[in-house]
């Protein structure tokens, strides 16, 4: 095995990878890596959710403490919640558990390299590779790196290039954040992905009650599990909607707050309000900033502003 500790090359042929923690992200892109021949020669795992994902996504994959897979390591992975990143590098540097020369890269969306400063001190190589995607811990996690982009944060153009081999051999596609611009990059993906699953979560907890005993026969009865009728009747519809803003931009805005129709969007919350006035909330806050986008008449603002 190449080891990076003793050669220049900035993108080494094979890698012994340690990976910490074993669950979602880091499970996913040890996977991925063992599948282009990096070898995942340890995990740490403490509860037994982790434990079970490290057996049955790196089958072969010792499951050791933290500072034994981080002493095994040239490539070592940080997968932790970006709360935990902090305290744990602090750990590995007082203990001295990482090799000078290791490579360790963080998968954190919100930090660059200055949270690794007290391992890149003992003269680590620093990475912050975060992979722009959502992880449910199912098997499709590890098809969709493939496909995903991931912000490359590093200290030099050695450390881009290392980074930049390592996404494109899985299948990704690498690019540069700058480190003082890693929490604007979170924030505009959280709020592109998480708040897309609060808004769809509504509009499908306001369609089940529009669509509850109107059922066909034959036809499944609206009920509370996902994937139901109500999914399938929206699926196609954001879909679309999504693809047409990620194409066409503030163009792809339809629908009556876009067109001005004061009257549909009153009705839309009066009848949501009966519904939840937590989803109603959410309606007036989304469709004032889309009237907003919009350039909406001071008639439509003024209905849509808090009434508190």
Same mark, same amino acid.
């Given at each position: 095995?190449?080891s990076?500790r ?6 080494p042929?094979r890698l012994?990878?340690?990976?910490v ?5 880091g499970? =996913?892109?040890g996977a991925?890596?063992e599948?282009v021949g990096?070898?995942v020669?340890?995990c ?8 079970h994902?490290?057996r ?6 010792e ?9 095994r ?12 990143l902090?305290?744990l ?11 000078s020369?290791t490579?360790v890269?963080h ?7 200055g949270?690794?400063?007290p ?9 912050a ?12 996690d590890?098809a969709r790196?493939?496909s995903a ?5 590093a200290?030099?153009?050695?450390g881009?290039?290392?980074a930049?081999s390592?996404v494109l ?8 954040v700058s480190?003082?611009m890693?929490p604007?990059y ?8 998480n708040h ?6 509504d ?13 066909l026969l034959?036809?499944e009865?609206?009920?509370d ?10 699926q196609?519809l ?6 047409n803003?990620l194409?066409?931009g503030? =163009?792809a805005?339809t629908?009556?707050?876009a ?8 009705t ?7 519904v939840?006035?937590q989803? =109603? ?7 004032l ?5 919009a350039?909406a008449?001071?008639e439509?603002l ?6 508190r």
């Open positions: 095995m190449t990076t003793f050669t220049d090359d900035p993108a042929a012994a990878v340690g990976v923690s074993a669950g979602r992200v499970t =996913a892109i991925a890596l599948r990096h070898v020669v340890g740490s795992a403490v509860s037994e959710a982790s434990r994902r490290a049955t996504r790196l089958p072969e994959t499951i050791l403490p933290v500072e034994d897979v981080a002493a390591s040239e490539l070592l992975v940080l997968a932790v919640p970006d709360s935990e902090a305290s590098i602090a750990g590995l540097a007082s203990t001295c558990a990482v090799a020369r490579i890269a998968t954190s969306g919100a930090s660059g390299i949270i690794l400063d391992l890149t001190e003992q003269g680590i190589v620093p990475l590779i975060h992979p722009a995607m959502t992880f449910t811990g199912h098997d499709e590890i790196l493939g982009c991931f912000g490359v944060t200290a030099d153009d050695i881009y290039a290392i930049q390592l051999e899985i299948g990704g596609e690498p690019f540069r480190e003082e890693r604007l979170h924030a505009a993906l959280a709020h592109g992905s897309l699953v609060a808004l769809v979560v509009a499908v907890a306001a369609l089940r009650v529009g669509l509850e005993g109107e059922e034959g036809q009865l609206i009920g599990e996902p994937n139901g009728l109500a999914e399938r009747v929206l196609p954001l879909s679309a909607a999504l693809d803003a194409r066409r503030p =163009a805005l629908g009556p707050v067109r001005g129709d004061s009257e549909a969007v009153a839309h919350l009066r009848v949501l309000e009966e939840d006035p989803i =109603a909330a959410g309606y007036r806050a989304l469709s900033r889309t009237a907003q986008r350039g008449k001071s439509l003024d209905i849509l502003k808090d009434p």
